[in-house]
Structure formats: C-alpha cells, structure tokens
C-alpha cells in the first residue's frame, strides 16, 4: 500500500468506517486496507474480531479505546517505524464518540499521514430517511445521564437546527417525558435502533407518540428532533 500514500510521508494511518449492524455495508476499500496494512486499533477486539473473522483478515489486533490514551505515545511510535495503522471504532466512523480524534491529532502533529476510509455513521444514515432537509443540522452526542441532562434538553428544544443525538433505552421514556415536561410535547422526533438489522425499527412521531409506538425500548437509539 506504500505506493498510494503521498510523495512526502513513508506512514500512514487509516481511519476505517466499519458496519453499525449488517456486515455487508462494510466497503470494499475498507476491507482491502485492513488486509493490507500492519496493525488494528480498535475499541473492542472481540467486537472487531467479529468483523475480521468474517472477512477472512488476520492481523495483529489491538485495544484503544477512551480509557487507554495513554497508548497514544506508543501507537505514534510505530507509525514513525513505518507501520501502517488502522484504527476502527466499535460501529460507525471512528472519531465521533470514541478517542480516535486524539490519536489522529497525535499523529499528524508527528508528520504521520492521516487517510479516512469513509463508509457508514447512525447520524447519516438517520438522516437519511428523516424526511428533513438535513442541509444543517446539529449533533449533540449521548444525553447525559445525571448532571447536565435538563440543560441538555433546553438546549435541544432551542436549537434552531435539527438535533441528532444518542439515548439508551433504560433512560428512553424518560426523555420523552422530559421533552414533554419542558415544552417539547408537539415536536417531532425520528428514532431509530437496530438500524440495518433484522429487526430495524424506525419510529416518527411527538414524543406521547413514541412512547405508545416504543412500549418496551431495547439497545441504543439514535435521534433527530425536528
């Protein structure tokens, strides 16, 4: 893979976008770098291991996740030894919720090339069938789930763009009633889980709504309030 990177740089790290449910949205240039280059970087290695196995990629395979930035150092380190590095994150494009923008800041401050394998991300593919125009929109990450979660919700309900966000389903109802509480009750949210799986749900509705189309919430949503 050398023969691709530019004229000035002799490594490269690839930030890999990898499936968020159904292995087959994984692109054919993902899985030709991650058999091409040295060493994997992930979140989970049984989780990536899936991934690998299924593709039939063996590499070296390692964890790097929010609480093991102190592996930071060394991962620049092999990089400036001539590895060729790929980082994934659990499911989607590494780099939102996950440590990999500290290791890309890491590595191009050392003079590292920095190549994204673009692919899937929840956000996008949310959007994709919100039926908005998603021309602008505003991503706020996971609700908070003590401290900070009414100022939280303020602050979506006054956003004069559309909100995507994360909530997990032993918290779900909550929010709705909070959004509900807080003068959000005629809004509209999409929600979607499950998204490119067997059971795939995707709800439309005010928040009273959801909680009637969404009785039982399992796994992890992702939203969009309009």
């Given at each position: 893979m050398?023969?691709?990177?530019?004229?000035?740089?002799?490594q490269m790290l690839?930030?890999?976008?990898?499936?968020?449910g159904?292995?087959?949205?994984?692109t054919?240039?993902?899985?030709?770098?991650l058999?091409?280059?040295?060493?994997?970087?992930?979140?989970?290695?049984r989780?990536?291991?899936?991934?690998?196995?299924?593709?039939?990629?063996?590499?070296?395979?390692?964890?790097?996740?929010?609480?093991?930035?102190?592996?930071?150092?060394?991962?620049?380190?092999?990089?400036k030894?001539?590895?060729?590095?790929?980082?994934v994150?659990d499911?989607?494009t590494?780099?939102?919720?996950?440590?990999g923008?500290?290791l890309v800041?890491?590595a191009?401050?050392a003079?590292?090339?920095?190549?994204p394998?673009?692919?899937?991300?929840?956000l996008?593919?949310?959007?994709s069938?919100?039926g908005?125009?998603a021309?602008?929109?505003?991503?706020m990450?996971f609700?908070?789930?003590?401290?900070?979660?009414?100022?939280?919700?303020?602050?979506?309900?006054?956003?004069?763009?559309?909100?995507?966000?994360?909530?997990?389903?032993?918290?779900f109802?909550?929010l709705?009633?909070?959004?509900t509480?807080?003068?959000?009750e005629?809004?509209?949210?999409?929600?979607?889980?499950?998204?490119?799986?067997?059971?795939?749900?995707?709800?439309?509705?005010t928040?009273e709504e959801?909680k009637?189309s969404?009785?039982?919430?399992?796994?992890?949503?992702v939203l969009?309030?309009?």
């Amino acid at each position: 893979m050398h023969s691709h990177l530019p004229p000035n740089f002799k490594q490269m790290l690839y930030i890999i976008a990898t499936p968020i449910g159904n292995l087959q949205d994984i692109t054919l240039r993902a899985i030709e770098t991650l058999k091409a280059v040295d060493k994997i970087y992930c979140e989970d290695t049984r989780r990536t291991s899936k991934l690998l196995n299924h593709f039939d990629i063996k590499k070296p395979l390692e964890s790097f996740h929010e609480h093991s930035e102190g592996k930071i150092e060394r991962i620049v380190g092999e990089l400036k030894n001539g590895d060729e590095i790929a980082y994934v994150s659990d499911a989607g494009t590494p780099g939102i919720n996950d440590p990999g923008g500290k290791l890309v800041a890491a590595a191009r401050t050392a003079g590292i090339g920095i190549s994204p394998i673009p692919g899937v991300s929840s956000l996008t593919a949310l959007l994709s069938v919100a039926g908005i125009a998603a021309d602008k929109f505003c991503f706020m990450g996971f609700v908070p789930t003590k401290k900070g979660r009414e100022t939280f919700v303020k602050k979506i309900l006054s956003s004069d763009a559309p909100v995507v966000f994360f909530e997990t389903a032993p918290r779900f109802h909550k929010l709705l009633d909070q959004l509900t509480a807080m003068g959000g009750e005629s809004r509209v949210l999409v929600a979607g889980r499950e998204l490119t799986k067997q059971f795939e749900q995707i709800e439309v509705g005010t928040p009273e709504e959801l909680k009637l189309s969404v009785p039982d919430p399992r796994g992890e949503f992702v939203l969009v309030l309009t």
